[in-house]
């Protein structure tokens, strides 16, 4: 499944979408991601874990390990591609930690799995759960990287796509300047 097949099952599932937009940050953008409006559909979500499962299946993961919430289903199809466990880490009082007596042991090699990756920042953040409990760390993945390639994690990384969505201060938006009417995402038309 190649980059131009995935954006087009974003396209069409209405998860990217083009436009001029508020974002929750204030920011303004040309570009709108919702992974949750394509995994929302279950043949898409296993066809995106299946491709990405095989970007990462010489890393030699014996667990997937996934953010809660956003990295939950594509993490599970993913496990199920490479035919291992899918857990994820959760936040309890603003710390993200294994609960519910997913446990990860010595011999355990992580591969972290997430829709999105902006700054790398919950990326890291995850694989710290597991080297804290032990285990090894071989890689991680994400459906899409925004990072812009920027996000240096210290392990093997694979995306699906690489995309790049500029934001704006509403000063210096030019769909602004231009004098494009500016919509919220999710609200309608
Ligand atoms: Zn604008």
């Known amino acids: 499944m190649g980059q131009n097949s ?19 940050s204030g920011l303004h953008s040309g570009g709108y991601l919702q992974c949750a409006l394509v995994l929302q559909h279950p043949a898409h979500a296993e066809s995106l874990g299946r491709a990405l499962g095989e970007k990462l299946r010489s890393l030699g993961a014996t667990v997937v390990l996934s953010p809660a919430l956003g990295g939950l289903i594509i993490g599970h199809e993913v496990g199920r591609a490479l035919g291992v466990r899918a857990i994820f880490a959760e936040r309890q009082d603003g710390t993200l ?30 694989m710290a759960v ?7 760390v071989v890689g991680a993945g994400a459906v899409i990287d925004r990072s812009g390639g ?16 500029p934001t704006y201060q509403p000063d210096a938006c030019p769909m602004c300047a231009a004098g494009q009417p500016v919509v919220k995402p999710g609200s309608r038309a």
């Open 97 to 126: 930690t294994l609960r519910r007596g997913f446990s990860l042991a010595p011999t355990d090699r992580v591969v972290v799995i997430e829709d999105v990756v902006t700054t790398g920042g919950s990326t890291r953040e995850t």
């Open 6 to 24: 995935v954006l087009k099952l974003f396209r069409d599932s209405g998860a990217l979408l083009d436009g001029h937009f508020r974002l929750s």
């Open 130 to 136: 597991a080297q804290a409990a032990g285990a090894t």
């Open 150 to 165: 920027s996000s240096n994690l210290g392990a093997p990384f694979a995306a699906l796509v690489t995309l790049s969505l």
